[in-house]
């Protein structure tokens, strides 16, 4: 198991959290689905060698479905 770069996992974590954010304003920029989104990417980046666009695309994914799944 490969580690992900740090600035790598950082940088698609704020990507996708800022894009989702920008289609969801009413979540908080604190919201619980952070956590969550974090170690997906994680996860990702383990699984496979991915950049940070990729990693960011993964995410933004991650949160709809998690958001659509919540309601």
């Known amino acids: 198991m490969k580690l992900v770069d740090?600035?790598?996992?950082?940088?698609a974590t704020e990507t996708a959290w800022s894009v989702y954010r920008a289609h969801h304003p009413e979540v908080d920029p604190w919201d619980s689905r952070r956590c969550p989104l974090e170690r997906h990417l994680q996860r990702r980046g383990e699984e496979r060698e991915s950049d940070t666009?990729?990693?960011?695309?993964?995410?933004i994914a991650y949160l709809q479905r998690f958001f659509?799944?919540?309601c």
């Open 68 to 70: 659509r799944d919540e």
């Open 6 to 11: 740090e600035v790598v996992l950082k940088n």
């Open 53 to 59: 666009e990729e990693l960011a695309g993964f995410g």
